[in-house]
């Protein structure tokens, strides 16, 4: 790639990912394939002046310990005034008593509540992992509009069960009932008697909550197909088509509804579009396994020109009282108040997603649930107003 | 419950089960004849299920014949292992018990480096379900109970029917008397190494295309494993069926009912059994005098 214009200044900023996962590292490889794009494009102004971004990656192991040790790193050595896409909760909360201090601009990835923390001045979320499931339920209910009941099958852990905690509420919510949430141990491979006990009580769709999204996913369905179910499926993350069809035949997938990302689509809109190409032409081949941790570098960018600052307390400030509405890949979206978490700052994210099913062996696009249509959802389940 | 929740479960617990026997039946085989306990015996079981799943996805061919040449290379492993590292310290039980824990580390180690931490998966070769009358059976479970099953009558007919079945009892009874008679007694130890280690890989293979294939497959299997053998007694082929049989059945049906606490009904169901029979049902109570 070409190298940014001479009279181009560098901002340091920092991200913490499990580089020990696979959606660490592409998503630590699509950071920096944005950012040398960004910076080839000639940057952000602010002020008049022309900035780049200098990208700084740490490896948290998806440890609290690792997590803090960069987290000190980044600001104390590195001297980093914003951090973007941290993904591990652990991370996150361990990092916060020095980054609120040290007043360094995180955008964080994770899904940890305490990001949207009344105390937090400097943190904002700008994932979708606490908001996206009630249109994900709204969208359920135009596809099965008859559905009433549900049976969900989760990991027996801690991210299981509070994902099945927090679906119910939303399920609920939305007129269905859940009948059972039947857990499994989060290695296990065999779903066959709980598939049976599953299709026993007769429900109108299936959920997984917590769920992994490869080849263990692809065994839940072929037990629950075994078992005789042929109702309706949800899956609150995008599955990995080929390995999930790998174990379990098309047959066993029908009717499965699950958010589809905007890159997906046959032909998709234009920041999606470019991003998957500029992707593909610097790694070989594509992966969306990051598209959900990266919105914080556009909601960065976007919170620079807004603010026309590089001022953390500026910028932070402007967004925490007047919002922030920037694009990703996967649409627009906006950042929102908590007031059911007792934070009337701007604090979270909500965006308008897109949903496939998969029908006769193709996953197709089923729907889109405009932004304010999920905000609008969000309040209901939740409560209070979020814009 | 219904008789169709009953039959679903039972056919499960019974394909879980044969799976358990398969590779309990190899375990005791190893250690009745050779007397070694490999904790190895879990790896034999990975690289049988890997052979079966590279031979099926990158080279095609039937998954039969990927079977056959999977039991072919496991074999091939152990009578390499056993030539090079138990051969020559079989007699000192400590040393061969650790020397099975480094090869199944290496084994391990291995395995990850060259196939990775990703889960494969195998479309099943026998797809779709058998209705008898209401009840549905996944005709794969009802294909693994099957496969097991020949396998089961094929490792009967070669210890009790044939020369060299009679020979590996005879080791397993008494070697310095079996030696006298003019058995190679260290041509069985290979033989029997080999046949207990290819039982594990012709089970992980079988059971490739029903569950995903990682490398750490064996060693949950293993420890269940060694259950069947608590409860059956561990040096008692039949003991090691039997406890097969009541490990994949209690996991079947105590997953319906108590979902992942069945291990918590598992592990009493063997307790109360030591109770009554401290050496497992076919075993001997070791007394302390």
């Known amino acids: 790639m070409a190298q940014p214009p001479k009279d181009m200044k560098m901002v340091k900023v920092g991200s913490i990912l499990p580089l020990n996962f696979g959606m660490g590292v592409d998503t630590k490889n699509m950071l920096e394939m944005l950012v040398a794009k960004f910076n080839e494009e000639g940057g952000v102004a602010v002020k008049g002046q022309k900035y780049g971004i200098e990208l700084i990656v740490y490896d948290d192991k998806w440890k609290a310990e690792e997590g803090r040790a960069a987290t000190e790193r980044l600001v104390y050595q590195d001297k980093v005034k914003f951090i973007i896409s941290t993904i591990a909760s652990p991370t996150i909360v361990a990092g916060l008593s020095i980054t609120e201090p040290e007043k360094v601009l995180n955008l964080c990835s994770g899904t940890t509540l305490k990001i949207v923390d009344p105390n937090n001045r400097f943190t904002f979320g700008t994932s979708t992992t606490r908001t996206s499931l009630p249109p994900l339920w709204l969208m359920v209910k135009k596809v099965y509009p008859n559905a009433k009941t549900a049976v969900f099958f989760a990991p027996n852990d801690e991210g299981g069960r509070t994902r099945a905690a927090e679906e119910k509420q939303i399920a609920e919510a939305f007129g269905v009932k859940v009948l059972d949430t039947l857990f499994y141990p989060r290695d296990a491979v065999d779903f066959s008697s709980l598939a049976v006990k599953a299709k026993s009580l007769n429900p109108d769709l299936m959920d997984y909550p917590g769920a992994d999204t490869g080849t263990q996913f692809g065994l839940q369905f072929k037990a629950i197909y075994a078992a005789g179910f042929r109702g309706g499926h949800i899956s609150a993350i995008n599955p990995k088509m080929a390995e999930v069809t790998a174990v379990a035949g098309n047959e066993a997938l029908e009717g499965l509804v699950a958010k589809l990302p905007d890159t997906e689509l046959p032909d998709p809109p234009p920041l999606a579009k470019a991003v998957k190409e500029a992707y593909i032409k610097k790694y070989g081949k594509w992966s969306d396994a990051s598209i959900a941790w990266i919105p914080a570098w556009f909601a960065l960018i976007a919170a620079m020109k807004k603010a026309d600052s590089l001022d953390t307390e500026t910028i932070a400030d402007l967004i925490a009282t007047k919002g922030l509405q920037w694009q990703r890949p996967d649409g627009a979206t906006m950042l929102v108040r908590r007031p059911d978490l007792k934070n009337n700052r701007y604090c979270d994210s909500c965006a308008e997603a897109g949903y496939s099913q998969f029908k006769n062996g193709k996953v197709v696009p089923v729907g889109r649930v405009a932004l304010n249509d999920v905000v609008s959802a969000c309040e209901k389940v939740f409560g209070g107003s979020w814009r | 419950m219904t008789v169709a929740v009953f039959a679903q ?150 210890l009790m029917k044939t020369k060299l079945g009679k020979a590996m009892r005879a080791v397993r009874l008494d070697t310095e008397a079996a030696s006298l008679q003019g058995i190679n007694t260290n041509r069985i130890y290979l033989i029997a190494f080999a046949v207990g280690c290819a039982l594990a890989g012709l089970a992980g293979g079988i059971i490739a295309p029903v569950y995903s294939i990682t490398s750490n497959m064996g060693h949950a299997l293993l420890l269940n494993c060694f259950m069947a053998l608590i409860v059956g007694g561990l040096e008692s082929m039949l003991g090691g069926v039997l406890g097969g049989f009541v490990i994949g059945i209690i996991l079947s049906f105590g997953a319906y009912f108590l979902g992942g606490f069945s291990e918590i009904i598992l592990f009493g169901i063997i307790g109360i059994i030591l109770v009554f029979k401290p050496g497992g049902l076919f075993g001997e109570a070791v007394g302390h005098e």
């Open chain 2, 9 to 158: 479960l039972l056919v499960n617990g019974l394909a879980i089960g044969m799976v358990y026997v398969m590779v309990a039946s190899g375990l005791i085989l190893v250690l009745g004849v050779v007397r070694i306990f490999n904790f190895a015996h879990g790896e034999f079981y990975m690289l049988g299920a890997y052979t079966t799943f590279f031979m099926c996805q990158v080279f095609h061919l039937n998954f039969f014949i990927s079977l056959a040449i999977a039991i072919s290379i496991v074999a091939l492993l152990a009578v390499i292992s056993y030539t090079f590292v138990f051969h020559y310290i079989r007699s000192d039980i400590l040393l061969c018990t650790a020397a099975s824990i480094g090869l199944s580390m290496m084994i391990l180690r291995g395995s990850l480096l060259s196939f990775g931490t990703e889960e494969r998966g195998l479309p099943s070769p026998f797809p779709g379900g058998i209705k008898l009358g209401e009840v549905t059976l996944p005709s794969e479970k009802l294909a693994v109970i099957l496969l097991c099953f020949f396998v089961m009558s094929g490792l009967y007919v070669l």
